[in-house]
């Protein structure tokens, strides 16, 4: 089977670049033949046939940068329609997409290939998209010009996607996908060795994009709060543009000895960093679909605590992990503070997480489910 991939953010280090890495890797494997194309860098990997980058020259004017990103940007369409053309795919496989949407699905709408998306957040959702503005009278004019462009591109979403494969029921119901042409289907979540689990204090762990959207600096100031009553120490890996801001925060409030902010870590860097831990946290300030971070975590019998938002209460049951109010360090403090005065349920609900995440997230059975919608489709 011939497939060309779609994604559109392969420099950030996140979910949907993992699981495209992981796509590539297991259709290789299969003998089927991996083509991708991308926005603004390529991916370095010996599973891809064919790699198709577009880099978008961005325009001097801002009205023209907003009919290129909004409306159909006539390079990024004829690139694409030239890359599908010349691979003539059995299916197109798109993995991320939030910019250019409109170009990027009118081409694939008038296109022959089916397709099939596999969604990774909630920014179909005009609340949840990165073109709403929050604040002040400027935010307000933005979005009387940005959702109708948002449902624009919505419309021709769920026209151009043949089916859609959601990793949580709450994003397909969340974004009120079409029912007939969706299906729910669990990331895959490798099983990993029993690693005994730190009792003698909080040993907490965050891995992610250092972005404002994750949320970091409220775990931070929650950590201060925390500091006044228990021991603690906490890791924080990932890369991004609020790297400055949470070192100095850090610093503010003198957590420097407890607080260890370590970069972008490799795979066993990662793995190390998990065994070192008993809890996960994720405390972002947008919906989660179906982060792998609590799943990875999870699969160590690493409990985690994460905003109360998006998937993340489908994962996370009384019985397996806590959650909190979004935005709320107090609430996290109050949690953190909960379960370092009760260290035992550490390891309980991180073993209910672990036998959970085994029997429903197996990646054979991920496998097999991918390879059958894709004959289902194709068929």
């Known amino acids: 089977m011939k497939i060309l991939h779609f994604h559109d953010s392969p420099h950030i280090h996140g979910g949907a670049t993992q699981y495209l890495t992981q796509v590539l890797e297991e259709l290789s494997g299969a003998s089927d033949e991996n083509h991708l194309f991308s926005l603004g860098s390529s991916i370095d990997s010996g599973n891809i046939s064919s790699q198709y980058n577009f880099k978008y020259r961005w325009a001097w004017s801002p009205l023209q940068r907003r009919r290129d990103f909004f409306g159909i940007h006539a390079p990024l369409a004829s690139m694409l329609a030239q890359a599908i053309e010349t691979v003539s795919p059995d299916l197109i496989h798109i993995h991320n997409c939030s910019h250019f949407r409109q170009t990027v699905f009118s081409t694939i709408l008038y296109s022959k290939p089916k397709s099939v998306m596999t969604v990774h957040d909630f920014s179909l959702n005009w609340d949840a998209s990165p073109q709403c ?23 021709t979403v769920l026209d151009a996607v ?22 729910i289907h669990r990331l895959p979540i490798q099983p990993t060795a029993h690693c005994e689990l730190p009792g003698d204090k909080l040993r907490i ?38 790297l400055g801001n949470l070192q100095d925060k850090v610093a503010h409030y003198c957590l420097n000895s407890k607080v260890r902010l370590l970069g972008q870590l490799s795979s066993s860097q990662m793995n190390e960093a998990y065994s070192r ?8 300030r947008v919906p989660e679909n179906s ?29 397996r992990g806590w959650t909190f109010q979004s935005e709320n360090s107090d609430d996290l403090a109050n949690k953190l503070q909960y379960i370092a005065n009760d260290m035992k349920l550490l390891s309980v609900k991180g073993e209910n997480m672990r036998k959970w995440v085994s029997t429903e997230f197996d990646p054979a059975t991920h496998w097999a489910q991918l390879q059958a919608h894709y004959s289902d489709l194709i068929s």
């Open 277 to 284: 831990s008993n809890l996960q946290v994720l405390p972002s």
């Open 291 to 319: 982060p792998l971070t609590v799943l990875e975590a999870g699969s160590r019998g690493r409990a985690s605590i994460a905003s109360h938002a998006g998937g993340v209460p489908e994962l996370i049951t009384d019985d």
């Open 162 to 183: 043949d089916m859609f494969l959601c990793p949580t029921r709450a994003l397909m119901d969340g974004l009120q996908l079409p029912t007939l042409k969706s299906r």
């Open 133 to 155: 503005r929050n604040a002040g009278f400027k935010g307000i004019l933005a979005n009387l010009a940005n959702r109708p462009q948002h449902e624009k591109s919505r419309r």
């Open 205 to 242: 762990f965050f891995a992610g994009t250092l972005f404002a959207s994750k949320g970091v600096d409220i775990l931070i100031d929650a950590l201060a709060k925390l500091n006044d009553t228990h021991d603690f120490e906490a890791e924080i890996a990932g890369s991004g543009d609020q």
